[in-house]
């Protein structure tokens, strides 16, 4: 039976939550994360290493780690601000792994065999870059951290240096692919800072791999504020600088007062569907009525277990595979 190749793109919370889901799936996953970040432990590390940032690859190795739950915790702990500058240990040992082979492509690879990941973990590019916005009156503002803070329009973004390689595994991996898959997550600043390595975008739209959009529930404050669906598209589109989004997973809910109350003091909303904007834009639809879980704090999410099967059923549909039904 052939295994399905399916590549992650982006970043933050939303990258690591799906390949946690996915990994229960008999799938070859690789995920091509941004190192873009610059706040907290990872900023501090990137100033004073001069490395990518280590952050968002260390929660998506720890989501696809294969080991004993008590070693992923002490991998992801963190230490507390007066004790070695609040780093978590996982940042540590990625910096120390990257001193020891003097690359942190290589560091990343020799991370994830310690801790016997399922599929790879690849940052998008091997160099420390810094990620830039351009708004809409033009301001120009330095650095992943500093860009919603603004909260005003975002033209485009783009690194500094410009120039950056990309991994080679990650064009490699792009080009196999059975299926491509973007988000959820921070539209700019977690998965459009991926498509700003040079040669990225190309290796996307050069592949012939359906490519999967995962929109997010709600609208971000200074990233997204009163986009819907199809405008999030559209910023991918835009960067790419062609067309290139087949299908898109997204949530037409309803929400209760107390939730909508809860985002609207954060000054968000639930992202429209427009369903008909979609379809007008030849991008098919794929939801679930469980697909959004609300807690008992009025937050909504991902059902990453709905959200994985209906990736996977998808990548079964478009390679013709035998089905798999997961663990339970």
């Not at 100033?47 to 280590?54: K, L, Q, T, Y």
């Not at 690194?159 to 950056?164: F, K, R, S, T």
């Not at 700019?188 to 290796?203: E, F, R």
């Not at 012939?208 to 819907?228: F, H, R, V, W």
């Amino acid at each position: 039976m052939k295994q399905l190749k399916i590549v992650l793109i982006g970043g933050g919370t939303g990258l690591s939550v799906l390949a946690r889901g996915l990994r229960e799936y008999p799938i070859d996953i690789t995920a091509i994360v941004t190192v873009a970040d610059d706040g907290g432990s990872t900023g501090k590390i990137r100033s004073e290493m001069d490395i990518p940032a280590p952050g968002d690859i260390r929660n998506v190795i720890a989501a696809l780690s294969d080991v004993e739950p008590i070693l992923e915790e002490l991998f992801q702990y963190r230490f507390e601000e007066n004790q070695i500058e609040g780093h978590s240990l996982g940042n540590l040992l990625l910096a120390a792994l990257t001193n020891i082979k003097d690359d942190f492509g290589h560091a990343v690879k020799e991370l994830s065999k310690i801790l016997n990941i399922k599929g790879k973990v690849i940052p998008s590019t091997n160099t420390n870059v810094m990620l830039n916005a351009v708004l809409e009156d033009g301001e120009i503002v330095r650095g992943e951290s500093k860009i919603p803070k603004k909260n005003k329009k975002i033209e485009r973004v783009y690194l500094e240096p410009p120039n950056v390689e990309p991994m080679e595994e990650a064009i490699d991996a792009l080009e196999e692919a059975d299926l491509i898959v973007l988000g959820p997550g921070s539209l700019y600043t977690s998965v459009i800072s991926n498509l700003c390595v040079k040669g990225m975008s190309d290796a996307i739209l050069n592949s012939q791999a359906p490519k999967l959009y995962i929109s997010n529930i709600m609208t971000q404050p200074g990233e997204t504020t009163d986009y819907d669906v199809l405008d999030h598209i559209q910023a991918l589109h835009d960067h790419a600088g062609k067309d290139f989004i087949d299908f898109v997973i997204c949530s037409g809910d309803k929400y209760d007062d107390k939730v909508l109350k809860r985002y609207e003091e954060r000054n968000a909303k639930p992202v429209e569907m427009n369903m008909d904007k979609l379809t007008d834009n030849n991008i098919k639809i794929i939801t679930s009525n469980n697909l959004v879980e609300v807690s008992n704090e009025h937050l909504v999410r991902h059902n990453t277990k709905v959200l994985a099967r209906l990736i996977y059923d998808l990548a079964l549909e478009l390679t013709s595979t035998i089905q798999f039904q997961p663990k339970k």
